[in-house]
């Protein structure tokens, strides 16, 4: 059974121990944070040690960590797991930086170690039978691809002026959807973005509400909504239209009642928050983590993939600023 560690111990850090302690083939042995009191809470509910970072990577017994700290450490967290012989997965996005990121790249690659970035949303079920479907070849050609992501609420500013912006932030999980359902990373990206749900954002420098177009050589279109505010719940969809035909995965709701009535029809709203939509994904990913290191097979997404992520969402951010499109350029990309 392979020992392994949390690095952060907040929100999502508590989701990861659970996916840790449910898979057969992991045992969760130490938890460390920044803030002592997080690390003790979430260490005496799972029944594990609280450990330095230090000491986590110093135990040879230990052979992967799960990285779920505030984003400006992962590229050295990644970095220093990996020259310490400890497979890594690290929350997204890979650093709030792309030369930091590429660089983190180069020197994984030469430590020798697996890393996986958590991209959870490819290991939702809705989403994973419709990439199955188009890989198989179902709808023909995909042509035009559209990715509707809204939060309910946006998140306080105080997160928001050190969350590296919608682009970076939000947006890239739209990004590496993209990317992964189309095969690769466009050629050109093309944003517009507004400070409408909340003024505060805006006077951070940042945006609430965004619309990105994705352009491949061959003529390929990808189109993504985000946007800081659906008071109706946390919407999730995707439509993707081939050359025979169209896939599309819908909300997970409330409940599955539908009421019908001479006064018309309704339905339960979206379910309201991410940690109800992606739970179950979260708990497949780390099952899929430790699968491929089982078999010594390629990560389910790699940090090249990572990078490509973030190299979008560069490039989104350039676009909105210029209002003209940026190339995705080879040197943005790794391999």
């Not at 497979?87 to 650093?95: F, G, I, R, S, Y």
Request: charged share 20%; with cysteine; hydrophobic share 45%.
């Amino acid at each position: 059974m392979m020992k392994v560690a949390l690095l952060g111990a907040g929100r999502i850090g508590q989701v990861h121990a659970n996916s840790i302690a449910a898979n057969e083939g992991s045992r969760l042995v130490a938890v460390a944070d920044a803030f002592p009191e997080a690390a003790e809470k979430l260490a005496a509910q799972v029944g594990v040690d609280v450990k330095s970072v230090d000491d986590i990577l110093a135990d040879k017994s230990i052979g992967a960590v799960l990285i779920a700290t505030s984003t400006d450490t992962h590229s050295e967290l990644i970095e220093r797991a990996t020259a310490a012989g400890k497979a890594v997965l690290c929350e997204k996005p890979v650093d709030l930086s792309l030369e930091r990121a590429l660089t983190t790249f180069r020197t994984a690659e030469s430590n020798g170690q697996p890393v996986m970035i958590g991209f959870n949303r490819r290991f939702d079920p809705q989403f994973a039978a419709l990439k199955a479907a188009f890989d198989a070849g179902e709808i023909g050609r995909g042509e035009l691809l559209s990715i509707t992501s809204f939060d309910p609420a946006p998140p306080p500013v105080s997160y928001i002026k050190v969350s590296g912006g919608l682009f970076r932030d939000m947006m890239i999980h739209d990004f590496d959807m993209a990317c992964w359902i189309f095969g690769g990373p466009p050629a050109r990206v093309t944003a517009i973005g507004s400070a409408i749900v909340d003024p505060a954002i805006g006077a951070t420098g940042d945006v609430d509400t965004a619309a990105v177009t994705l352009q491949w050589d061959d003529g390929r279109i990808a189109v993504i909504r985000n946007s800081r505010r659906a008071g109706y719940g946390y919407d999730q969809r995707i439509e993707l239209l081939g050359s025979e035909g169209l896939l599309s995965a819908n909300n997970v709701l409330e409940n599955t009642v539908e009421k019908i009535t001479t006064a018309g029809a309704s339905a339960a709203k979206p379910v309201y928050f991410f940690l109800e939509r992606y739970m179950r994904a979260y708990e497949i990913e780390w099952n899929a983590f430790v699968e491929a290191l089982k078999a010594g097979a390629r990560m389910p997404v790699t940090l090249a993939e990572g990078v490509a992520a973030l190299a979008c969402a560069e490039a989104a951010t350039r676009s909105a600023k210029s209002g003209e499109a940026v190339a995705i350029t080879a040197d943005m990309l790794v391999g």
